[in-house]
């Protein structure tokens, strides 16, 4: 059982759903630190148009209609600072009655995804996992993904084809990095997708998952890695190339491109 936290002062207009309404939640795992981006703050505090890319990637969230309750799982040592930030930067009115909580992470990001479901309440029957390195997933997407976990499926994935020939290679143990490596397959490009967030889960399945997933080893990179190792089955729906993950310094131009684009035309 993962250690609980206690949750701060919810944030959000509005009054909260009923007690007995089932809610979606999501969890927001924003305790890495990012390093590909270059040293500085967490990519997940970098700033993007002035403002940091969580509070992006909480408010794109919390856009969807459905979406009632996001638990942000910070650093370790960030939990105050990722509270303060939040508060700075209220959810629009147009999110609706939408709670943010904050928890403190773990080492890994599967502990930290634990820790964000430990806080879960109790009306809570869907369960999204949203990378705050993708914060400008369009809300029509999170809503496509909640619409498929309710209508029966266990698991939910947004993805988009992958346009690049993809090589499987081989490296030999120890190699050198950047040394050549062999290639031993092509797989089939049109049966390969490139996964994106928010995944979308029954709450009893992803509880499941985390609950027989290893504590120490070799995790999945995704929730929905460690549902399928369960058997269970798991079904994509289109992503958006909106939804892109802001990993190098590349993708943070390209970032801040989209973000200038949606407030000249939209009002952003």
């Known amino acids: 059982m993962p250690e609980e936290e206690t949750p701060a002062v919810p944030a959000g207009p509005g009054s909260?759903?009923?007690a007995d309404a089932?809610?979606?939640?999501?969890?927001?795992?924003?305790?890495?630190r990012g390093v590909r981006l270059g040293?500085?703050?967490?990519?997940?505090?970098?700033?993007?148009?002035g403002i940091p890319m969580l509070v992006h990637a909480v408010r794109a969230v919390a856009r969807a209609r459905t979406v009632r309750l996001v638990v942000v799982v910070a650093p370790p040592d960030g939990a105050a600072a990722v509270r303060t930030i939040l508060d700075e930067h209220p959810?629009?009115?147009s999110a609706g009655a939408t709670d943010v909580v904050v928890?403190?992470?773990g080492a890994t990001r599967q502990e930290s995804v634990a820790r964000g479901l430990g806080v879960l309440t109790d009306d809570v029957d869907v369960v999204l996992v949203h990378d705050a390195a993708r914060p400008l997933v369009p809300a029509e997407t999170v809503e496509a993904v909640v619409a498929a976990v309710r209508d029966g499926a266990p698991a939910v994935v947004p993805a988009l084809p992958v346009t690049d020939t993809v090589k499987q290679v081989a490296s030999p143990p120890g190699g050198a990095a950047g040394a050549p490596e062999p290639v031993v397959a092509t797989p089939e490009r049109s049966l390969l997708r490139a996964v994106q967030t928010p995944q979308g889960f029954d709450r009893d399945t992803l509880l499941k998952a985390h609950a027989q997933a290893p504590a120490e080893g070799e995790g999945a990179t995704d929730d929905a890695g460690l549902v399928e190792r369960?058997?269970?089955?798991?079904?994509?729906?289109?992503?958006h190339e909106e939804a892109f993950k802001v990993t190098r310094p590349l993708d943070l131009v390209l970032a801040e491109a989209v973000l200038a684009r949606r407030r000249a035309t939209d009002g952003f």
């Open 16 to 18: 909260p759903a009923p």
């Open 103 to 105: 928890v403190t992470g």
């Open 22 to 32: 089932p809610r979606t939640a999501v969890v927001i795992p924003a305790a890495g």
């Open 39 to 49: 040293r500085g703050a967490p990519k997940a505090l970098r700033p993007l148009g």
């Open 230 to 239: 369960m058997g269970v089955p798991v079904v994509l729906v289109p992503g």
């Open 91 to 93: 959810l629009p009115d």
